[in-house]
């Protein structure tokens, strides 16, 4: 079965400007969660989707958004960019509807950088 | 808060050698435990995970982590590395927050020919 795609791969943006990435989780899987990886902070969690409604927030400012769709694909935007925006950002899928974590499966990421 | 944290943040070993990662966990309740690898380039890959049972997990590629509930570890384990097992490893954990992951910081592990 197809994994978890990401796109674009690879992004260079200009500070202020903003961005959309998109995810399409594996068939039949109805969770989406989104974490970016620096080098600085690891990999922290964004948000997590499950039928097109967010079910949970990490700690990230307002300019981190992202929705839902009917087929569970999921995008994330971010406003307003800034340099420490450059990050590695991962989607990840799953099955599991009771939530906790169970059988996550992730993409390669979208490479975002923001001069 | 719950936090997962890793105490090597980079290892560096020959071939044949056995590894030991540490991780621990603070938070009680359900304990939900993972590690994952990530090989140079690629995506993060899930390697075990433990739910309940046999605080003794074996996972893919030979690995396997203990889970010790009184020193609130999960200490991932391989008897002898190689080459192609040079990576990041991330331990992580729902926590009580439910499908959310939060991930140690990491130990990039090198390992000689």
């Known amino acids: 079965k197809a994994g978890v795609t990401q796109t674009p791969r690879y992004l260079i943006k200009t500070r202020g400007q903003q961005v959309t990435l998109s995810c399409s989780p594996i068939?039949?899987?109805?969770?989406v969660s989104w974490y970016q990886q620096t080098p600085g902070q690891g990999l922290q969690f964004l948000f997590e989707?499950?039928?097109?409604?967010?079910?949970n927030k990490g700690n990230f400012p307002g300019r981190f958004s992202g929705r839902q769709f009917s087929n569970s694909r999921s995008e994330m935007n971010v406003s307003t960019l800034e340099l420490g925006d450059s990050a590695l950002y991962l989607c990840?899928?799953?099955?599991?509807?009771?939530?906790?974590?169970?059988?996550?499966?992730f993409g390669s990421g979208t490479r975002l950088t923001v001069v | 808060a719950q936090s997962v944290s890793q105490h090597n943040h980079h290892v560096i070993l020959s071939e044949a050698a056995s590894l030991e990662l540490g991780c621990n966990y603070s938070y009680g309740g359900t304990v939900n435990l993972f590690w994952y690898v990530q090989y140079p380039g690629q995506h993060l890959q899930l390697l075990l995970k433990y739910f309940s049972g046999d605080p003794l997990v074996k996972g893919i590629k030979g690995f396997e982590a203990e889970f010790i509930k009184s020193k609130f570890s999960f200490n991932l384990r391989k008897p002898s590395v190689q080459w192609s097992d040079t990576a990041e490893y991330f331990c992580?954990?729902?926590?009580?927050?439910?499908?959310?992951?939060?991930f140690g910081g990491g130990t990039r592990l090198m390992v000689k020919p």
């Open positions: 068939s039949g899987h109805r969770s």
């Open positions: 989707y499950f039928s097109e409604t967010q079910r």
């Open positions: 990840a899928s799953s099955l599991e509807s009771q939530g906790n974590g169970y059988g996550y499966t």
């Open positions: 992580a954990s729902p926590g009580n927050a439910g499908n959310m992951l939060t």
